[in-house]
């Protein structure tokens, strides 16, 4: 897979927000996820912090994903 913004670029992950593939340049670590930089780091980071209440609450109510 190539990068979106650079076709001629491998990927090395996909934006957890747009699933789009990036290459080193256009990839931005958000909390050990990746997102598009300067694009989607604001809603992985939302994603992230919604996934972690969700798995504290489960924990709380012994919920067993």
């Known amino acids: 897979m190539n990068c979106y913004n650079h076709p001629d670029q491998l990927a090395v992950g996909l934006c ?3 699933q789009r593939g990036l290459c080193i340049a256009c990839a931005a670590d958000v909390e ?3 997102a598009c930089v300067d694009r989607h780091e ?3 980071r939302a994603f992230e912090a919604l ?5 504290l609450q ?3 109510v012994g919920s067993v994903y």
Do not use: D, P
């Open 16 to 18: 957890k927000h747009c």
């Open 32 to 34: 050990g996820s990746l």
């Open 42 to 44: 604001e809603q992985v």
């Open 51 to 55: 996934t972690a209440r969700n798995l």
């Open 58 to 60: 489960a924990e709380r």
